[in-house]
């Protein structure tokens, strides 16, 4: 069971990032995928998770309308097209995988990847 996340880097505000989940096959199939975000001395926070179809999508208010969670299934791989950052948007941003769907804390997520730093300066 494994889940790779790759993409973060620094960014200005105002500009964007798409970050990527790959996924081992059992690790993929049938389950819904989030990301969350976790900035220094904070909270692991909820941003958007993706049913197992694709065809249903949940937000947090913090981040709907810039981001886009997306995912291919072919390609066991789940995206966050993220748009328009702020820096309140810098952290370590994590994918994991649910059963369900839409869950939004942390508990209800089985397997975690390992993260990747999203800097957004102002």
């Known amino acids: 069971v494994q889940l790779v996340e790759s993409g973060g880097s620094l960014v200005q505000a105002g500009g964007s990032l798409r970050l990527s989940c790959a996924a081992s096959?059992?690790?993929?199939?049938?389950?819904?995928i989030g990301w969350f975000r976790q900035a220094a001395g904070k909270e692991r926070e909820f941003v958007a998770a993706?049913?197992?179809?694709?065809?249903?999508?949940y937000y947090s208010d913090s981040v709907k309308g810039r981001f886009t969670i997306s995912r291919d299934n072919a390609k066991n791989t789940v995206y966050l097209q993220m748009n328009s950052l702020k820096p309140e948007d810098t952290g370590v941003y994590y994918c994991?995988?649910?059963?369900?769907?839409?869950?939004?804390?942390?508990?209800?997520?089985?397997?975690w990847g390992q993260g990747t730093q999203v800097t957004v300066s102002s």
């Open positions: 993706v049913s197992w179809t694709g065809l249903t999508t």
């Open positions: 994991a995988r649910a059963p369900g769907f839409p869950v939004i804390t942390t508990e209800g997520y089985e397997y």
């Open positions: 096959g059992r690790t993929f199939g049938g389950y819904a």
